[in-house]
């Protein structure tokens, strides 16, 4: 069964720091996927990582994979408020062949709230 | 473009009842997947439709259903509905490939 773990699970951090968040996952696979959700709405998509030493940047978050060590992380930079969120990783069961979208396994969450 | 839309975005039912939600993917999408959303179990994956052909279902018991039409429109069922069934269901397209775009969701509660 393939699981995945976030860690932590709740974090709450000022403006102004850094953090990271990691996500260890149990598959051989090389896609790896974190997604934002606000209170309420659904599942944004942030970064899509398909190969082992990916690296992704937008605005203040960064996430990387080492499919060797089966870990992604989404390090967080100078956090601001508006980043406050759950960040979810998630994983694919395996990638079918001729197409199509396999089912994701997601970790259970990092609950994040920055305070000013 | 528009997004994916599901309908309805809210919906309450009773014990034993059944319900139907439905999913529209992204024009030109042939890819929908379904996925539960509980505080207690989290994100689970219910199923997979590719040019109307289920390819892949998570562990859910049959009174979870679905089926995809031709023009890709996507709809699920669940018969007999149970109180661990109230959760947000979120529907999410994909042109094929790994990334893929989440609808609204539709909130069910079941009292």
């Known amino acids: 069964e393939l699981k995945v773990e976030q860690n932590p699970l709740f974090l709450s951090m000022q403006e102004g720091k850094n953090y990271t968040i990691y996500c260890n996952y149990s598959?051989?696979?090389?896609?790896l996927y974190w997604y934002r959700q606000d209170p309420g709405k659904s599942l944004e998509s942030l970064f899509v990582?398909?190969?082992?030493?990916a690296v992704k940047q937008e605005g203040r978050l960064m996430a990387s994979l080492d499919t060797k060590a089966r870990l992604s992380t989404l390090h967080i930079t100078a956090a601001v408020h508006d980043l406050s969120a759950t960040y979810f990783c998630?994983?694919?069961?395996?990638?079918?062949?001729?197409?199509?979208?396999?089912?994701?396994?997601f970790g259970k969450g990092t609950h994040l709230i920055i305070q000013p | 473009k528009a997004g994916v839309t599901q309908t309805p975005r809210y919906l309450i039912k009773t014990r034993g009842q059944q319900v139907t939600l439905s999913c529209s993917p992204i024009?030109?999408?042939?890819?929908v997947s379904w996925y539960q959303q509980t505080p207690g179990q989290g994100l689970q994956f219910l199923f997979e439709?590719?040019?109307?052909?289920?390819?892949n279902k998570g562990n859910f018991p049959g009174r979870f259903s679905g089926r995809q039409f031709s023009n890709s429109r996507s709809e699920m069922n669940v018969s007999t509905l149970e109180l661990g069934d109230s959760a947000l269901y979120l529907c999410?397209?994909?042109?094929?490939?790994?990334?893929?775009?989440f609808g609204p969701g539709t909130r069910l509660l079941v009292l």
């Open positions: 999410a397209s994909s042109l094929g490939g790994p990334r893929r775009h």
């Open positions: 598959t051989t696979s090389d896609r």
């Open positions: 990582l398909l190969s082992n030493g």
């Open positions: 998630a994983v694919d069961e395996a990638v079918s062949s001729g197409g199509g979208a396999d089912g994701l396994t």
């Open positions: 024009s030109g999408h042939r890819s």
């Open positions: 439709y590719f040019s109307e052909t289920q390819r």
